[in-house]
């Protein structure tokens, strides 16, 4: 048996798993990372949904988390962002994939970040601290999201510029995207902000964007959140989600579901 045999043996799909490949690797800083992995030809999901995948557990198991999928569902691959923890029993492991390595990839996508979750609107926001960016950067692709809102709106709120994966491609408005580059030019607008680095854009909390109206800066629309047009989807820290949840219910907001569509969403599942 060789090394590399003993050091990563090989994985077995089960009834709730595939075993895929990883394609690619991008590590933006020591504390973020992205990667690629192959798609089975049946997987289907909807741009926002999250899925299982893991690496096998020191006890021979499947070690698994839930993570949003943060390429659009027409693509040929599945695109994930990951945080690093060091001691954390999957991304300790998980940080250290590499091109060729094997990953569990689960075959039931779900979530409440997507479009039938909502009521039809005029603009779409997506508020997003950290890695909670994953599910807009899908849904952000999806051509059909250009479809249903005149306007689609990612906030991004990280601690350091290196945090802001993907930043690039969101200031050139996915320019080179095969699918959403002719409407997303006119559509789709990227609002960062840095809290914690000196950063030539905005370096406030979300809340305070909201309340000096600089989030609304060069959008199409009223200055302020309206329940009539608006439609808001958020993801990424506890604290925002909680904060911003209680502040739409207080404006007239109610939120959505699959059951029943609303008109601002969070995935519960990462919540609790």
């Given at each position: 048996?060789?090394?590399?045999?003993?050091?990563?043996?090989?994985?077995e799909?089960?009834?709730?798993?595939?075993?895929?490949?990883?394609?690619?690797?991008?590590?933006?800083?020591?504390?973020?990372?992205?990667?690629?992995?192959?798609?089975?030809?049946?997987f289907?999901?909807?741009?926002?949904?999250?899925?299982?995948?893991g690496?096998?557990?020191?006890?021979?198991?499947?070690?698994?988390?839930?993570y949003?999928?943060?390429?659009?569902?027409?693509d040929?691959?599945?695109e994930?962002?990951?945080?690093?923890v060091?001691?954390?029993?999957?991304?300790?492991?998980?940080?250290?994939i590499?091109?060729?390595?094997?990953?569990?990839?689960g075959?039931?996508?779900?979530?409440?970040?997507?479009?039938d979750?909502?009521?039809?609107?005029?603009?779409?926001?997506?508020?997003?601290?950290?890695?909670?960016?994953?599910?807009?950067?899908?849904?952000?692709?999806?051509?059909?999201?250009?479809?249903?809102?005149?306007?689609?709106?990612?906030?991004?709120?990280?601690?350091?510029?290196?945090?802001?994966?993907l930043?690039?491609?969101?200031?050139?408005?996915?320019?080179?995207?095969?699918?959403?580059?002719?409407?997303a030019?006119?559509?789709?607008?990227?609002?960062p902000?840095v809290t914690?680095?000196?950063?030539?854009?905005?370096?406030?909390?979300?809340?305070?964007?909201?309340e000096?109206?600089?989030?609304?800066?060069?959008?199409?629309?009223?200055?302020?959140?309206?329940?009539?047009?608006?439609?808001?989807?958020?993801?990424?820290s506890?604290?925002?989600?909680?904060?911003?949840?209680?502040?739409?219910?207080?404006?007239?907001?109610t939120e959505?579901?699959n059951?029943?569509?609303?008109?601002?969403?969070?995935?519960?599942?990462?919540?609790?």
């Open positions: 048996m060789t090394e590399a045999t003993t050091d990563k043996p090989a994985l799909p089960t009834g709730a798993l595939s075993v895929e490949t990883v394609l690619s690797v991008r590590h933006w800083n020591e504390h973020l990372f992205s990667f690629r992995i192959s798609r089975p030809a049946s289907r999901f909807r741009s926002g949904e999250f899925v299982m995948i690496l096998q557990g020191d006890n021979g198991k499947p070690l698994l988390r839930a949003s999928v943060a390429s659009p569902s027409w040929e691959e599945l994930f962002l990951s945080i690093k060091q001691d954390g029993p999957l991304t300790s492991r998980l940080q250290l590499q091109p060729g390595d094997q990953i569990y990839l075959r039931k996508p779900t979530g409440t970040l997507v479009t979750a909502l009521l039809p609107g005029k603009r779409l926001f997506m508020l997003s601290t950290g890695t909670g960016l994953a599910p807009f950067l899908s849904l952000s692709r999806d051509p059909d999201v250009y479809e249903f809102y005149e306007q689609v709106v990612i906030v991004h709120s990280v601690r350091r510029v290196s945090d802001l994966a930043r690039e491609e969101l200031e050139a408005k996915w320019s080179e995207d095969p699918l959403v580059s002719e409407q030019p006119a559509q789709f607008h990227y609002v902000t914690r680095e000196p950063f030539e854009g905005n370096s406030a909390r979300i809340d305070k964007l909201v000096s109206g600089t989030l609304f800066d060069g959008i199409p629309g009223p200055a302020a959140f309206d329940p009539e047009t608006d439609r808001i989807m958020m993801c990424g506890m604290e925002m989600i909680k904060q911003f949840a209680a502040y739409f219910e207080e404006s007239g907001f959505g579901s059951a029943a569509p609303g008109q601002f969403v969070i995935e519960r599942a990462f919540v609790g």
